[in-house]
């Protein structure tokens, strides 16, 4: 049943509201809610609202006290139209999608015995990164620091660090890297935990530095070595 703070009877409207003109601007608001968007229909508001939040994305916000914030995520969720993006954007964010998604698949059928913290039911991570390390490039940045938890950790080396495969594939079997300059297998840490810096092109063929920082067990000791790489 729908809750009764999305049924229109529960705002005074009825069925006879929908094609009726409303003026949705509201000063220091954003979104659907901006002083500088037009008349709408009831119905084109509630149609387009439910394209946001009841499609294929969810998102949760309302619970952020600032309101700047939160102004900012309705700018980029509210907005009049849906986004359309090109042919050759839905296919570069099909391709990274794939090889996060096919990564996780290999590894759990080659490796089904072996701790590996993957990605599963959250492989959308990679191609998000790699569209939010595009645009941060085109936008000027030169080097960019990461540090995350253990979770999803080697698809992002492999994915978007561009660690090589045969590494990785290495530590999972416990033999030496091809390159002894990035064999780990004697520090006594595991695949989950290590980091890595290298420099690649983004899809506009800019070159970046990423560094994601080698991560213990202790999680929260990441974030003051991120901090002090990023100053240094």
């Not at 050759?88 to 099909?94: A, D, G, H, I």
Request: charged fraction near 25%; glycine fraction near 8%.
């Amino acid at each position: 049943s729908t809750p009764v703070d999305l049924d229109l009877a529960n705002y005074g409207f009825t069925e006879a509201d929908l094609d009726k003109e409303f003026n949705i601007g509201n000063i220091g608001a954003s979104g659907f809610l901006a002083t500088n968007h037009s008349k709408m229909k009831l119905r084109e508001i509630i149609g387009r609202l439910q394209q946001v939040y009841a499609s294929t994305i969810g998102v949760e916000f309302m619970h952020i006290w600032d309101f700047e914030q939160v102004n900012w995520l309705r700018e980029q969720m509210e907005t009049i139209d849906q986004f359309q993006f090109t042919r050759e954007e839905r296919l570069r964010m099909l391709d990274r999608l794939a090889r996060s998604d096919h990564f996780e698949e290999f590894l759990a059928s080659k490796y089904s015995t072996v701790k590996r913290f993957g990605l599963e039911g959250c492989e959308v991570l990679i191609p998000g990164m790699e569209e939010l390390i595009d645009t941060s490039v085109d936008l000027g940045v030169e080097n960019i620091v990461m540090g995350m938890a253990h979770r999803g950790r080697l698809n992002v080396l492999a994915n978007v660090v561009k660690k090589p495969m045969e590494h990785i594939f290495c530590e999972f079997q416990g033999t030496a890297s091809p390159s002894p300059d990035d064999d780990f297998s004697g520090s006594g840490d595991v695949k989950y935990h290590l980091g890595m810096s290298h420099s690649r092109p983004t899809a506009s063929g800019k070159n970046v530095n990423i560094s994601l920082v080698a991560n213990p067990s202790h999680l929260e000791a990441a974030n003051p070595v991120v901090e002090g790489k990023t100053r240094a």
